[in-house]
């Protein structure tokens, strides 16, 4: 019964900023990673940060020094703080947990998706 719920997206200029919010609930062991995917038409859904369990963090080159990703473990709840948005940014954003379960040690799940729409 793990569900990943994402908040946040919305409609923003160019140059503006979000805050996307993803809370973990559920029978939940432990937390390994956590990150942010996104996916926008027609195209394959790809990585925009990760942060691992020791607290490294990994960025797609197109996202590097405007967004970053954060996590809160004590409330299964990972952020990405999305500034100096681009209209190439815009696509749905999924967050995703690699997360120690019931179902197993490293258990593999996605929320429903947020959307993300950056004007020019």
Do not use: H
């Amino acid at each position: 019964q793990v569900q990943l719920v994402e908040s946040g997206g919305g409609l923003v200029q160019a140059g503006g900023s979000l805050r996307l919010s993803c809370v973990a609930s559920g029978t939940i062991f432990s937390i390994n990673a956590m990150g942010w995917y996104r996916q926008a038409p027609g195209k394959q859904r790809e990585l925009v940060a990760l942060i691992a369990s020791g607290g490294s963090t990994n960025y797609a080159d197109s996202v590097k020094g405007r967004f970053t990703i954060a996590r809160d473990t004590a409330k299964n709840t990972v952020y990405l703080q999305m500034n100096t948005l681009k209209p190439e940014d815009t696509a749905v954003y999924y967050c995703n947990a690699g997360l120690r379960s019931a179902y197993g040690p490293n258990y593999d799940y996605w929320g429903q998706g947020t959307q993300v729409t950056v004007s020019s």
